[in-house]
């Protein structure tokens, strides 16, 4: 029976992330060919509080409720041709920040070791979406990243470090 409560328990959780992602998306402020909006902080959550299989199926859910045409992306856009777009290899980039920050999470409890796997998960959505920029752009490498990678460095360590501080706070209250 314990089992199949934490099952339950990670289903909901994963859900709950899913949703959170869709509504932070639309937090935003539309700057440049990629929007600034806080779906990020969504991906690293979900890494934080859940584990592997779970962290990538609720991104994996984010991903295709959006494919399917539910407005879930930046903006209250969605559709096949969003993540065949210029932005679309960030949106799919979450998946990797929330595995390989969830990789971390459950190897360890090390605040450092998850802020380390969580800019690694973020270095690879970057390299990810500014390659597939510049597929669908046919901008340069120097001019893509000026636009897509630069200004949000700061920005998103900063969403990094917020979930780092609202897992744990989140964690201690999912134990009860």
């Not at 998306?25 to 539309?30: C, D, E, F, K």
């Not at 984010?62 to 041709?81: E, K, N, R, T």
């Not at 450092?112 to 390299?127: E, H, K, P």
Request: charged residues 10%.
């Amino acid at each position: 029976m314990e089992h199949t409560a934490k099952k339950t328990r990670e289903l909901v959780l994963a859900s709950l992330l899913t949703a959170a992602t869709a509504v932070l998306a639309q937090i935003m402020l539309p700057i440049g060919p990629v929007p600034f909006n806080l779906a990020v902080l969504g991906a690293y959550l979900a890494g934080c509080l859940l584990e592997p299989v779970w962290a990538l199926a609720s991104m994996a859910a984010y991903l295709l409720l959006g494919a399917f045409g539910l407005p879930v992306f930046a903006g209250f856009s969605g559709g096949p041709a969003i993540l065949a777009g210029p932005t679309g290899g960030y949106i799919v980039g979450y998946l990797l920040i929330a595995l390989f920050t969830a990789l971390a999470a459950k190897h360890g409890k090390d605040p450092l070791w998850t802020a380390a796997a969580m800019a690694a998960g973020l270095l690879a959505c970057y390299a990810l979406g500014t390659g597939w920029f510049m597929i669908v752009t046919g901008r340069s490498l120097p001019e893509s990243l000026a636009l897509c990678v630069l200004p949000f460095v700061i920005p998103d360590a900063c969403k990094a470090a917020a979930a780092l501080l609202l897992s744990r706070a989140m964690r201690a209250r999912l134990r009860r």
